[in-house]
């Protein structure tokens, strides 16, 4: 909602102040459809030269999250702790019962409790590739802790491509729009023999090229980089609190202990309360005798 707020916003200032100022969409209208093959079209093709076809893909996905937000919620932070409490739990209480739900987690009667997780499947494959190698002995608290960051980290850098690429093609519009107004320019002085009304649209036409490429880069791809990067940089969080929880657990601290460590690393804006969670754990433990 807020993404197309904004894109509201910057139109009704850019071209309200343009006609409360006395400009005619005229000029702007005949010329923009021919800029914008020009430039829009460029954008394209070097994006299509510097990007593999997996991360055009995974760049036009994530355009969407411009408008979407975050994927993950306050709910899913709360479905994420009590999942991993009751993991920890049967961890110590019956690892044979653990082995069934980290080896095969989609048929899993604990994971399918939390459908939006269980779609994850790097936050699956975090939980269950920990507590199967700790089920191994493989158990440092330290080694794993620094395999998990290097995971993570591994993946953050996969995610954040979307946003290097379109802050790439950001910052590479307002010279594509001097190119189409070079071109307008040329044009132009092939009809310098025409009078000056003529060529003042000749003209005008050209400088849309510069204004097109400089608005699109600044008011709205370079936006769009900005607000992918943070949504990016948000989900991460879910990631690390698994790591948080899991590296408790291998210090070994009892299973409430852990969750609380990862409460208290969630977002604040998505932290459940203690109470909150308190009652969700009690209730999951119900659930699960």
Known sequence: MFGIIGIVIVFAMVFGGYVAAGGKFGIILGSIGYEMIIIGGAAAGAFVIGNSLAAVKQTLSDVGKVFKGPRWTGQDYQDLLVLMFTLIRTSRQNPLELEGHVEDPH???LFQRYPRILADHEAVDLICDTMRAAGMNYDDPHQVEEVLNKRIESAAQHAGHSAHALQTMADGLPA?????????????????DQPPEILGKLIGGALVGTFLGVF??????GPFATKVG??????????????????????RHPPNICVEVGRQNTPHHLR????VLDDALRAGKQEAA
């Open 107 to 109: 048929n899993s009667e």
């Open 176 to 192: 594509l729009g001097i190119v189409a107004a070079v071109l307008g320019v040329i044009k132009t002085m092939g009809s310098i």
């Open 216 to 221: 699109l880069a600044y008011g709205i791809i």
């Open 230 to 251: 943070a949504v990016v940089d948000e989900d991460q969080n879910f990631y690390a609190l698994i790591r948080e929880v899991m590296v408790a657990n291998l210090h």
């Open 272 to 275: 459940p309360s203690f109470n």
